[in-house]
């Protein structure tokens, strides 16, 4: 799906690749928590058992929440049809079960608003252009504009999902284009670039980066800023670091449960300083970046200083 919006000829597109529906089992915890899905880590529920479900959050999914294109998949139980914002709003919903959703449709060209407290935005989404023009030449419009300026100055979160051309971010895909908004993130105080493991890791059972995700690539900057989730695409039906990146914009929610006087770019930081290397196979910086997000880890000092 691609709409062109901007000048020189930027293509927004969403980041799914299809697959197969699947039949997904539910993990029930105690009655005090909602159900632990399958494809979730198994710390998600540890972080609920101590009370940390995203409340007093904000999540704001840019996305398509208004087209006819609908995709199979199945996060919670039972198979569904639905668009690829309203899934990416779904995941990241079922991660953090009590933050506030908000869902800003990528065809407006309006500012994302922020409400009050702490705010994560989720970017399922890629702004493409032909490789060899200069970011600066980039006419963005108010929606753009508003979510680099979240970034740059700290007032949001940016879970930005890597992309699904199996390269490194900020090269160029095989049709010749470059996705720009990734260009416009690096380097900004609130962002994460999200690339999918094909499973999520342990040390019992290492995981690898799924075949279609982007990497961090040579650049030291990107590197700093990229994290890999697991994304169980043969049970969901849905792959595609589109479902990599909801659940590190759930993660932030929950970090930001404990972590109220927090900023975003201090959960930010909290995020990439505790990911883990040892639960990935072969792992890499130049792939992998800073590794495997770890909510254990994230959440386990008194405090954020």
């Known amino acids: 799906m691609q709409a062109n919006i901007n000048i020189p000829m ?22 005090a928590s909602p159900p632990l899905r ?27 929440f208004k087209s006819k294109a609908r995709y199979d998949g199945n996060l919670s139980g039972s198979g569904q049809f639905l668009r690829h914002g309203e899934w990416t709003s779904r995941e990241a919903s079922l991660v953090a079960p009590l933050a506030t959703m908000k869902m800003h449709d990528f065809t407006l060209s309006t500012a994302v608003r922020l409400a009050r407290g702490l705010n994560v935005l989720n970017l399922s989404y890629s702004m493409y252009a032909p490789a060899g023009y200069a970011l600066s030449k980039i006419r963005w419009n108010q929606r753009e ?35 720009f908004l990734n260009q416009a993130l690096k380097g900004t105080k609130a962002s994460i670039f999200v690339g999918a493991l094909s499973s999520n890791g342990s040390l019992a059972d290492q995981a690898s980066l799924a075949s279609y995700s982007n990497m961090a690539g040579a650049d030291p900057v990107i590197q700093q ?45 909290q995020l990439l300083n505790t990911a883990r290397q040892d639960t990935i196979s072969n792992y890499s910086v130049a792939v992998h970046g800073r590794g495997e997000a770890s909510l254990n880890r994230a959440l386990a000092p008194v405090s954020i200083r």
Not at 11 to 25: D, H, K, T
Not at 148 to 158: F, P, R
């Open 10 to 31: 930027l293509a927004v597109a969403v980041l799914l690749s299809g697959a197969a529906l699947a039949q997904e089992p539910v993990i029930q915890t105690s009655a």
């Open 38 to 64: 399958s494809w979730m880590s198994s710390e998600v529920g540890e972080a609920w058992g101590l009370g940390y479900k995203g409340q007093g959050v904000t999540i704001t999914v840019v996305d398509d």
């Open 145 to 179: 504009k508003s979510i680099i300026s979240h970034a740059a100055n700290g007032s949001a979160i940016i879970s930005k999902a890597a992309g699904n051309d199996a390269i490194a971010i900020g090269g160029a895909n095989a049709a010749g284009d470059v996705d």
């Open 225 to 269: 800023q990229f994290l890999v989730v697991g994304v169980a695409g043969s049970q969901t039906g849905l792959h595609g670091t589109s479902f990599a990146a909801p659940i590190v914009a759930g993660y932030g929610a929950l970090l930001g449960s404990k972590f109220t006087k927090a900023t975003s770019t201090q959960i930010v930081n």
